[in-house]
């Protein structure tokens, strides 16, 4: 038996290894890697990645897809890859374009298609950036390596709490660009008599001396603006709208969030938030990215309120969340709440129609769960080792249940039906001792059908279930 289930774990590992390099590494029928899509509050990102198996995670820009905004800021990472060159802008419809730090290679046309008349590189110069023709081009002041033809844009020092505040303009607003010296810091809502418009990109990453920040009235923090800030205990103000990628990730003493009037919340924006023990997601939130919330493990207590209908993938998994509801949520995203291990009720009020793989897969815990009126697919490995579970009632609208939805559920008695059979596949239950429950009016539809089965005229709700475990 061990030894089946580390296999299954194996190709589990391989099933999910061939995804990601089907979605990141694979080439088209040409030999050229193949773009994958990004989403942003900016635009739509075209990239392609490398250097997973040297841990070297990089990100190359193929195409960027913007509405007619003043100025874009092109993102410093997309989905977890350190973006390290631009290929092409095309797509770009803003005036001016800003390229992060982090950015070393920049390809000759790279502007190609794109709107832009004027180009603000952030960083260093590098032998790699082909620089821009037939466009505006500065540098900051602060930068290095910079041929003395391209103008410079001033950075000024702001004294900030007990340190300082690295900042710049741009078409009239201010932006913060670094920290230093401090452990706490206050956000001035102008600089210079311009308004501060957003923390930039990588502003304190790995900053291990920063303790507290008040954000003021800043509408955006940027991508890893305090990624791996692993002593800030406090982030306060109440002005931000737009969280970026991974901006507070592995901020592990970070102990509150506050994110009301929110508007988007970026991919993995809070991960390995360790110390936050509730999050409430407003109404306000218009979209919120893969891993929001993924590995904060002391997170207990979710209030999700936000229009979006969706849970994305990894938002809650490895969280510490024990009992939850929630509303108007049309679909689940793959492993939203995998390694939930002490979750152990789950309620859907309405609306439910997709619940991804693996979206509760490792809840051990988990006896009791509440799928709705409207789900119409189970994805692979749903709800593979909730070994806790004992029951579960799934309504006449299912369509699909994936591979291995129940695996290893090994006390799961009774599997209650109220439609035809789905598509599924064969021995979905094989090895539990479960018995599928089915209206005797659906009788000819599950002919097919080769495990415990029982008929009934008038199929009762299942009992309540009563758990099993306790933590």
Not at 183 to 209: H, L
Request: aromatic share 10%.
């Amino acid at each position: 038996m061990r030894s089946a289930y580390l296999i299954a774990i194996l190709a589990a590992v391989l099933v999910a290894a061939a995804a990601t390099y089907a979605a990141f590494g694979a080439d088209d029928d040409k030999g050229n890697p193949r773009a994958s899509e990004y989403r942003s509050p900016d635009g739509t990102y075209g990239y392609t990645t490398a250097g997973a198996e040297k841990d070297d995670y990089r990100s190359t820009v193929r195409y960027f897809d913007t509405g007619d905004a003043d100025v874009v800021f092109v993102q410093s990472s997309l989905e977890g890859y350190t973006l390290r060159a631009i290929e092409s802008l095309s797509g770009c419809r803003a005036g001016t374009v800003v390229v992060p730090q982090t950015v070393t290679s920049v390809a000759e046309g790279a502007l190609k298609g794109c709107a832009a008349s004027e180009v603000l590189f952030l960083g260093d110069y590098s032998e790699g950036i082909a620089v821009p023709g037939g466009v505006s081009v500065s540098v900051l002041a602060t930068s290095k390596g910079w041929p003395e033809a391209h103008a410079r844009v001033p950075v000024s020092e702001v004294l900030s709490g007990d340190g300082v505040l690295e900042c710049f303009s741009l078409h009239g607003k201010a932006y913060v660009l670094s920290g230093r010296e401090g452990k706490s810091y206050v956000v001035p809502d102008e600089v210079g008599g311009e308004p501060v418009a957003r923390i930039c990109d990588e502003c304190f990453r790995d900053d291990t001396g920063i303790l507290a920040i008040d954000l003021g009235n800043v509408p955006e923090i940027g991508v890893r603006a305090f990624y791996g800030c692993t002593h800030l205990e406090r982030a306060s103000g109440s002005g931000a709208a737009d969280y970026r990628d991974e901006c507070f990730r592995e901020c592990y003493r970070l102990g509150s969030l506050d994110l009301a009037g929110a508007r988007t919340i970026g991919f993995e924006s809070f991960r390995d938030c360790k110390a936050v023990r509730s999050v409430a997601v407003p109404e306000s939130v218009e979209s919120i990215g893969g891993g929001a919330f993924y590995c904060c493990s002391g997170l207990r207590s979710v209030d999700y309120r936000t229009p979006c209908g969706e849970i994305p993938e990894r938002t809650f998994g490895y969280c510490d969340i024990r009992v939850a509801e929630f509303g108007g949520i049309s679909k689940v995203g793959r492993w939203a709440f995998n390694n939930c291990v002490n979750l152990e009720s789950m309620t859907f009020s309405g609306g439910l129609a997709v619940l991804g793989d693996g979206a509760f897969e490792g809840c051990r815990f988990l006896f009791s769960v509440n799928l709705g009126e409207s789900l119409e697919s189970i994805g692979a490995r749903a709800f593979s080792d909730c070994v806790s579970l004992s029951s579960v009632d799934l309504p006449g609208t299912l369509r699909s249940i994936g591979a291995d939805a129940f695996l290893h559920c090994r006390t799961l008695a009774d599997a209650r039906f109220h439609g035809e059979m789905p598509e599924m596949p064969d021995g979905v239950f094989e090895g539990l001792p479960t018995t599928v429950h089915v209206p005797d009016r659906f009788r000819s539809s599950w002919s097919g059908y080769r495990g415990a089965i029982d008929f009934t005229r008038a199929p009762a709700p299942l009992p309540a279930p009563t758990p099993l475990y306790t933590a």
